[in-house]
């Protein structure tokens, strides 16, 4: 098993004016979240336990990192997602190793929440949250 260190993990979103995927800015924590529902279908002969249906799946990813005012070559910037949330345009997205192994998981979301948030004498921060639209893909690379 190969184990890697979390530092590695990235997340790639579109710019908004179009163009390749470009890392998020100073990020330090990314996640990948998939769910699956359920659909009951117990009866009466169920022996008492439940018997279950897979149904709807669903995704989000969030992300967050120190907050940078001036845009880095080469990084998806603040402004960037701000200007996609207020476009309501949904962002095309990579999930997975900044060296590529293994494999990448890509899809479309819409981003839900940013915040920017700066305490005293603190590095400011920024925050998002995106929901997928569509399916997942998974690319060996």
Not at 42 to 68: E, I, N, V
């Given at each position: 098993m190969?184990?890697?260190?979390?530092?590695?993990?990235?997340?790639?979103?579109?710019p908004?004016?179009?163009?390749?995927?470009a890392?998020?800015?100073?990020?330090?924590?990314?996640?990948?979240?998939?769910?699956?529902?359920?659909?009951?279908i117990?009866?009466?002969?169920?022996?008492?336990?439940?018997?279950?249906?897979?149904?709807?799946?669903?995704?989000?990813?969030?992300?967050?990192?120190l907050?940078?005012?001036?845009?880095?070559?080469?990084d998806?910037?603040?402004?960037?997602l701000?200007?996609?949330?207020?476009?309501?345009?949904?962002v095309?997205?990579?999930?997975?190793?900044?060296?590529?192994?293994?494999?990448?998981?890509?899809?479309?979301?819409?981003?839900t929440?940013?915040?920017?948030?700066?305490?005293?004498?603190d590095?400011?921060?920024?925050?998002?949250?995106?929901e997928?639209?569509?399916?997942?893909t998974?690319?060996?690379v």
């Amino acid at each position: 098993m190969a184990i890697f260190n979390g530092t590695d993990l990235i997340l790639k979103v579109s710019p908004s004016s179009g163009g390749a995927e470009a890392k998020l800015m100073h990020s330090q924590n990314v996640s990948l979240s998939i769910n699956a529902d359920t659909i009951d279908i117990s009866t009466k002969d169920s022996a008492g336990f439940r018997d279950l249906l897979g149904g709807q799946k669903s995704f989000s990813l969030s992300a967050d990192g120190l907050m940078d005012f001036e845009a880095t070559a080469g990084d998806t910037d603040f402004a960037e997602l701000f200007d996609q949330m207020m476009d309501r345009t949904a962002v095309d997205f990579t999930f997975a190793l900044a060296t590529p192994a293994g494999y990448t998981i890509t899809g479309d979301g819409f981003i839900t929440s940013l915040e920017v948030s700066g305490g005293t004498e603190d590095a400011p921060t920024y925050s998002c949250s995106i929901e997928g639209t569509g399916a997942l893909t998974k690319t060996a690379v």
